[in-house]
């Protein structure tokens, strides 16, 4: 035996070397794992709601900050002084609001005078017309009476259409003040969103402007990473994808903390990868030459939640991980399968 071993030493090496490169390599493809993942987290960017330059920086760069923490203050008093003149714009028109009520009662009265000195009107004609029949008066007198009578109607119909006038008056000078309001309820809005706040838990990042510089909404004043909800995007081959599925528990290590082991459970699966390219100077379709030796299988992102961020060390977004996903990966049938498609 011993003679054998020693005639078929390269052999047996040889062998060796290779039956411990299978080992190696079927331990790690057991189950779906790969090295080309990556930590992230929510992330926003940080932009003034409202327009102006800046004058307080409550924060330092990377600087940890609870939710409704201030972050920038923009200059306030345009706002504050914008503010104070739709108050007194309000307060002008609800004064209006009050006087055209005010007329409004005037002419109501009016009404009440005009129809009594109408009704007696009425009367009076009557009695003429009566006592001209029985040759009590004359023509002359019952034709006036008759006519103060229709002046009274008319003086009736004039004021109650003034009145109708004032009441819309009255109702357009309302609408006029609910308009205000709310001008008056932005303005407040506006003002209290001078000061830049922080929307949740979490690190101010890349914050690199001073007081001073004016900005408008949409321009990034620095980054923003949320605390508490933390994932994993694992770019797994498409050989080892159809073994995934949502809901599966994970072991995350990272490159950052060697040793320390995070547990998460899978939460999608994306639906696709770039691969079609236009070529921008003709327009049409640009294939990339591929490997000659090794035709590369194409990978896809698996998004996996970390279920105990908190345990042990802060993460990092973007920092390196390897992911393990806990279902069998038919490693046998993808050693043959890429061997056999080599080429």
Known sequence: MLNFIKRRRRELLIVLMISAGCLYWFSWHWKPFTQNAFVFADTRPVSPPVEGFITEIHVKNNQFVRKGDPLFTVFREPYRLNRAVLENEVRAKQAEHRALQAEIRSQEAEIRRCQAELANNRYLADRARKMYGAEAVSQAYAEERLRAGEASAAKV????????????????????????????????????????????????????????GCYKPGDVLCGFIAAGSWHVQANFKESELSEIAEGMSARIWLRQYPGRLYHGVVESTGWGAERRKMSRETGLTS????????????????????????QGPPLHHGASAYVEIDTPSRPIRQFFWEIFLWH
């Open 287 to 310: 294939v990339r030459k591929e490997n000659e030796w090794f035709l590369l299988p194409q990978r896809f992102p698996v998004q996996i939640r970390i279920l105990n961020p908190e």
């Open 157 to 212: 119909e004039a004021v109650r259409q003034q009145t109708e006038a004032l009441k819309y008056r009255c109702s357009q000078t309302e609408a006029q003040i609910a308009a205000l309001q709310h001008r008056l309820e932005l303005s407040r809005v506006l003002l209290e969103l001078t000061v830049v706040r922080a929307l949740a838990d979490g690190w101010v990042t890349n914050l690199t402007l001073t007081p001073g």
